[in-house]
């Protein structure tokens, strides 16, 4: 090496020396905490913003990386976006980064259980209890996905352990209530599993608000801005040619099963419980009573935009898919501005006995916040309420609501898929009966339910309860329980 050589070799070795000295001394980029990427992405989720929560949880995780909440909060915003297998390598991947933390394996479980996969997903929840025997959202995922048979069934024991051993005072989540009521209710002791459902209810509905009246005047409401006047204007000009499937109603009244019959059409896509229409008059009002007036005073131009756009995100949901079923059952509150907006949407209402629709929803620990769901009294006045208003709309828009009861489908199940389809303007398929085979996600309560064959055992359930349920009879407006 001649001396030139030597020479730039020590002008590039101090040149470098100098750029790390350089970067040595600037300050590092300050780390958002923690909370703020939590927050963040908690707003995004629940006003319908998937894929920007989706941004704001990949950004936290790149400060904190080995951080489990935002690996769930992840998972769900995949899943929003119907990303189901990159939703399960996140639920994998964060086992594999901290096998020791039982959410992680009850988040994987419960995408296991929604695609159906039950085996692997109770594997999971009994990791999770394993981990930590007063998790209750693992123990209500995992009596999901069995029956019990005997009361000394270790895993009845084992809830009943973790129920007593947890100090008094201390924040112990209310599903265990709701997963041991189950798991007694499968052995046919129907006074404990009662008492245990109680307490479960009991302890949401003390962190939650349920206003009678303001549901009330919510409806008379929409009764009084939609209705003669607001009818006779009829559909907007140049509406939206999209022809989407809603489905409301009470949870618990059959409307998974429904979902599952046209989901297993070739041209229905499912989307399942997606808060899309909610979103979309979330631009005119922030809340229900605010969206009611604000739909009665819309210009057409404007109804024909809202409606364009609820179409739109549901399509964007599967572009490929020629009708989108939209299983959001509070939509109920909103059929008047369908009829204007988009007028070729076909409404399937459904329903089920009274008694066994509301005391279902009393066994159930919701993972959507329905506030009036844990109080029979409550339960009883909110199901009279919405019936009220399906009354409304029926009288102004016959043709375009279907009432499907769950009875009538456990009776006659292809004369009622019959029915169901002709309706939604759909061709007969053999698959419709065979709903059960169908490979999809299933995200709600009754997500292991739907993976049966038709069955008659949930018809005439409440009656087991019959000697508790005097508080729900009346609220239904019963002088004594109904017969059937």
């Given amino acids: 090496m001649n001396k030139a050589q030597k020479k730039a070799l020590k002008d590039k070795k101090r040149k470098e020396a100098k750029r790390k000295a350089q970067g040595a001394q600037k300050p590092k980029k300050h780390r958002e905490p923690l909370k703020n990427y939590l927050d963040r992405s908690h707003r995004a989720l629940a006003t319908g913003y998937p894929a920007k929560a989706e941004k704001i949880i990949r950004a936290g995780i790149k400060d904190h990386p080995d951080d489990s909440r935002l690996h769930a909060n992840l998972i769900n915003a995949l899943e929003q976006q119907n990303l189901h297998q990159r939703a399960m390598n ?156 809603l489905i409301v109603g009470m949870p618990r009244s059959g409307s998974s099963l429904i979902e599952q019959i046209l989901a297993s059409h070739p041209d229905v896509y499912g989307a399942g419980e997606v808060p899309v229409l909610g979103t979309v008059l979330g631009k005119i009002g922030d809340n229900t009573p605010e969206r009611v007036r604000a739909i009665a005073h819309q210009s057409p131009g404007e109804l024909q935009h809202l409606g364009a756009l609820y179409t739109g995100r549901l399509q964007e949901m599967s572009p490929d898919s020629t009708r989108i079923a939209d299983k959001f059952l509070l939509n109920f509150m909103h059929l008047g501005f369908l009829f204007r907006a988009v007028p070729n949407a076909r409404i399937v209402h459904s329903t089920r006995n009274a008694m066994d629709n509301a005391f279902a929803c009393f066994k159930v620990r919701f993972t959507s916040t329905l506030n009036f769901a ?111």
């Fill in 90 to 245: 996140t639920a994998r991947l964060a086992v594999k980064l901290n096998d020791q933390f039982p959410d992680n394996h009850n988040n994987l479980g419960a995408l296991l259980k929604f695609n159906g996969e039950l085996d692997e997903a109770r594997l999971c929840f009994e990791k999770a209890v394993e981990l930590n025997p007063a998790h209750g959202e693992a123990w209500r995922n995992l009596v999901a996905t069995k029956k019990f048979n005997e009361a000394d069934d270790t895993q009845i024991a084992a809830m009943t352990k973790a129920i007593k051993e947890t100090p008094f005072g201390s924040k112990l989540n209310p599903s265990i209530y709701f997963a041991l009521g189950k798991a007694l209710e499968d052995v046919g002791e129907y006074d404990m599993a009662f008492a245990s459902y109680a307490k479960g209810n009991a302890r949401v509905r003390g962190q939650i608000h349920y206003r009678k009246e303001s549901i009330e005047e919510t409806i008379n409401l929409a009764i009084e801005l939609q209705g003669q006047e607001f009818f006779a204007a009829g559909p907007v000009p140049n509406p939206t040619k999209a022809a989407p499937i």
């Fill in 374 to 484: 844990y109080n029979l009294e409550e339960l009883g006045h909110f199901h009279g309420q919405m019936q009220r208003l399906m009354e409304h709309w029926r009288q102004f828009m016959p043709d375009s609501i279907l009432t499907m009861p769950y009875e009538g489908i456990v009776a006659d199940q292809e004369t009622e898929t019959r029915r169901l389809l002709e309706f939604c303007g759909l061709e007969w398929k053999d698959a419709c009966l065979e709903f059960h085979k169908t490979d999809r996600p299933v995200r709600s309560a009754s997500s292991t339910q739907v993976r049966k064959p038709i069955y008659g055992g949930a018809v005439g359930r409440w009656k087991n309860y019959e000697s508790h349920l005097e508080p729900l009879c009346k609220a239904l407006g019963l002088d004594s329980a109904p017969d059937d």
